[in-house]
């Protein structure tokens, strides 16, 4: 094909946030109704890249990018998403953008609203126009009608099913004229699965009409199904562009995850622990959690006690939904079991009656309190649930100031916290810094049993190796069962004695962390693997 032929050419991209280069020489071209899948684990670069693409203001603050992108052969310079739109890219997002006090009608056509003059407008301007909300309908209908979605257009999108908005926004995209190139972030993540196989059908209508895809997805059965081709990222570098004709799910995998499993994890640790199946310290049977994104549809799983635990899938797969459930975040559901006792799925925080402690992956959101001190972050649970740091009798208990300063000092010490004190505000902290502070506050809690998810998500490779040490210490030294779920397998694979891969919601295989690479990409696609532990 001639490249002027190209709707979209990114060549030679790079791009660095204050020295960490994250993106090193990708490339990515894309032919006009070619549905193009964009893999990559996270942390790949994908999204980096479409910032990139869409002129994101957090690229240009940062000192812009290196290499050159040419749409339709014209070499373009797109320094805002404004120019991005004018451009016709457009973005189906993964979370969604509706505004839920508008009609679908309203949603599909803001921005692009239909007006008519009136008297008004013919004094004081365009802007006092009337909508033409007749008008807005019949476009907002024939964007519908092209996703096949039989929804009444003046319908308020609050309350609507997620698949539904998921629609709303792909009839709001296709609604723009001049649309040459649209952009699917994970827009299966969380749909069921009729509604992402209807979704493949619509993007399959979109692409026939000429308009190119980037297909954005972990999901390797989708990209089978529907894509035409594929480029794989791997640490910020461009690996392969496929067709999807000559490629199948080995290769995929291999390409994606397919490198040499560095060391995060001295072996000084004396392992002298005798697991056992007849010792179980976490039981799961027909487990459930409905978990927007990361669903689990019931599994069954049998976690040693002392052993390192680790969970790992590509992202939408179920793998945050289990100890989310547990901790009793999200509904959930089956029987669940703590060193042989019963807990309570409905009831909030009975995990930690029996000592279960969680590290979330949303350190903001759930696991801590930004505008509090470190000191304050690292004790206030204990004090709650064991009343620890407290001292006096029962009918009156005081807060021990000098006992809570000084184990937050010891954690600082332990960890590596780098601070000014333990007074300091825990969100003025660098990302790995505030990751430590959450682990140490779910460790105050003395726990037998402790998930960690997401542990070294935003860090540098030497808070990550501390971390991992540290909980391989606790788990060698103590006996604490360590349940690590994680998205980067080198790190699963560098401190577990098992792994449990999540595909769809349920356990694909429990593999050896010397399992080979290809075994570990089959499973994370739901491929059966041969060895390993088959859990169907």
Known sequence: MDKTQYVLEMDNITKDYSGNQVLKGVNLHIKPGEIHALMGENGAGKSTLMNILFGMPVIHSTGGFGGSVTMAGESVNIDNPLKAMEMGIGMVHQEFMLIPGFTVTENIKIGREITTPNLVSRIFGKSMETLDFDAMAKDARKALKTIGLQIEDYVKVAGLPVGYMQFIEIAREIDKTGLRLLVFDEPTAVLTESEAGRLLEVMRVIASQGIAIIFITHRLDEVMAVADSMTILRDGEFVARREIKDTNVVEIAELMIGRKVEKLVDDSFKDTRA??????????????????????????????????????????????????????????????????????????????????????????????????????????????????????????????????????????????????????????????????????????????????????????????????????????????????????????????????????????????????????????????????????
């Not at 799961?284 to 549809?297: A, I």
């Not at 430590?436 to 542990?455: G, H, M, N, Q, Y």
């Open 275 to 536: 697991l056992s199946y007849d010792s179980i310290a976490v039981r799961l049977r027909n487990y459930h959690v409905e978990m927007p994104g990361e669903r689990v549809k019931g599994i069954d799983l049998d976690i040693r006690k002392g052993e390192i635990f680790g969970i790992g899938g590509l992202a939408g797969q179920g793998k945050l939904g289990i100890p989310n459930g547990i901790m009793g975040l999200y509904e959930a559901t089956g029987e669940v079991a703590i060193n042989g006792k019963p807990l309570r799925l409905e009831k909030l925080g009975d995990a930690l009656n029996h000592k279960v402690a969680f590290v979330s992956e949303d350190r903001k959101g759930v696991g801590l309190l930004l505008n509090e001190s470190i000191e304050h972050n690292i004790m206030f649970s204990a004090m709650e649930t064991n009343n620890k740091f407290l001292k006096g009798f029962a009918w009156m208990r005081l807060f021990d100031s000098k006992a809570a300063k000084a184990h937050a000092q010891d954690m600082v010490k332990r960890l590596d916290i780098r601070c000014t004190g333990v007074r300091q505000a825990a969100g003025s902290l660098s990302g790995g810094n505030q990751q430590k502070v959450c682990l140490a506050r779910a460790l105050t809690l003395e726990p037998d049993i402790l998930f960690v998810s997401e542990p070294t998500r935003g860090i540098d490779i030497g808070a990550k190796k501390l971390v991992l040490e540290y909980l391989t210490k606790l788990n060698r030294e103590q006996g604490m069962t360590v349940i690590v779920v994680s998205s980067e397998l080198v790190e699963l694979r560098s401190v577990s004695d098992r792994i449990a891969i999540i595909s769809d919601g349920r356990v694909s295989k429990i593999l050896s962390p010397d399992a080979s690479d290809a075994d570990f990409g089959l499973a994370m696609s739901g491929t059966r693997v041969k060895g390993g532990e088959d859990h169907e």
